[in-house]
C-alpha cells in the first residue's frame, strides 16, 4: 500500500528565504507525482507535474525533483514571499491499475513572514 | 476555460439523511475522482468515473457512492449519514492525456449534525 509523507509539517520562515518542502513515497512504482496548494477552506491549486521518467520541472519560483529510486521529491521555492503560505501537499498516482487515483501526502503548512 | 464547478458549496444535515453533491468537470474532461478531506485523515480517494463507468474506488463503506453522466458531469452521494461523514469533499477532473494534471473544485463543506 502506497504511503506518502511529508515533512516538516509545519514550516515559518521570514520574506525572502530560499525554502524546500520533502515528500517521500514508499512504493517507487509511480505514474507520476503532484504538487499541490491549499488555501484554508479552498480547494487545491496544481503547482507542478513530474512524470515517472522526469527529474524536475520548474514553473517560476517553483522548482520540483522527483528521485524515484529513493522515492523521493521536493519543492523548492525562491525567495518566498506572504503570499506563498499555505499548505502544501504532494500526491502519486500509481503505475499500475490505470486511473488517476492519487495518493496525497500529509501536506506541509507554510507560513512565510514579513 | 470555466474550472471545475462543485456544488452546493455548504450543506449541513443530521444523521441519518442523505445528500447528494455535484461536481461539472472542465469541458473535454473525462475523468471525474471525489475525494474526502478530513483533519483527522487528510485527503482521501473516494472513487474515479470515466467515460460514465467507476474506474477506481477507494476503501469507503458502501453509503458513498457516485456516477457520471454522458455530459461528464458527476454526482457523488452519501446514504444515511454519519458525524464522521462531516468533511470537505472534493471532486478533481483530468483530460486522461498523457501529462494527466488534475484540476480540483473549490469543495462542497458537509457538516453533519
Known amino acids: 500500500k502506497q504511503e506518502v509523507t511529508q515533512i516538516p509539517a509545519a514550516l515559518s520562515v521570514p520574506e525572502g528565504e530560499n525554502l524546500v518542502l520533502n515528500c517521500s513515497f514508499t512504493?517507487?512504482?509511480?505514474?507520476?507525482l503532484q504538487w499541490f496548494r491549499q488555501d484554508p477552506g479552498k480547494g487545491l491549486t496544481s503547482l507542478l507535474l513530474i512524470q515517472s521518467s522526469q527529474r524536475e520541472q520548474t514553473s517560476g519560483r517553483l522548482n520540483a525533483s522527483l528521485d524515484k529510486s529513493s522515492g523521493r521529491s521536493t519543492l523548492y521555492i525562491a525567495a518566498s514571499q506572504p503570499g506563498d503560505s499555505a499548505t502544501y501537499l504532494c500526491a502519486v498516482v500509481p503505475f499500475t491499475g490505470g486511473g488517476n487515483k492519487l495518493t496525497f501526502g500529509t501536506g506541509t503548512q507554510l507560513k512565510v513572514e514579513l | 476555460k470555466a474550472g471545475v464547478t462543485q456544488t452546493p458549496r455548504y450543506l449541513i444535515k443530521t444523521r441519518g439523511q442523505q445528500v447528494t453533491l455535484s461536481c461539472s468537470p472542465i469541458?473535454?474532461?473525462?475523468?471525474v475522482s471525489w475525494y474526502q478531506q478530513t483533519p483527522g485523515q487528510g485527503l482521501q480517494f473516494l472513487f474515479e468515473y470515466f467515460s460514465e463507468t467507476q474506474r477506481n474506488k477507494g476503501n469507503f463503506p458502501g453509503r458513498f457512492s457516485g456516477r457520471q453522466f454522458s455530459n461528464s458531469r458527476s454526482e457523488m452521494n452519501v446514504s444515511t449519514l454519519e458525524l464522521g461523514d462531516s468533511a470537505l469533499y472534493l471532486c478533481a477532473s483530468s483530460s486522461d492525456s498523457p501529462k494527466n494534471i488534475q484540476y480540483f473544485g473549490a469543495g462542497t463543506r458537509l457538516s453533519v449534525l
Open positions: 512504493d517507487s512504482a509511480i505514474y507520476n
Open positions: 469541458s473535454g474532461h473525462r475523468s
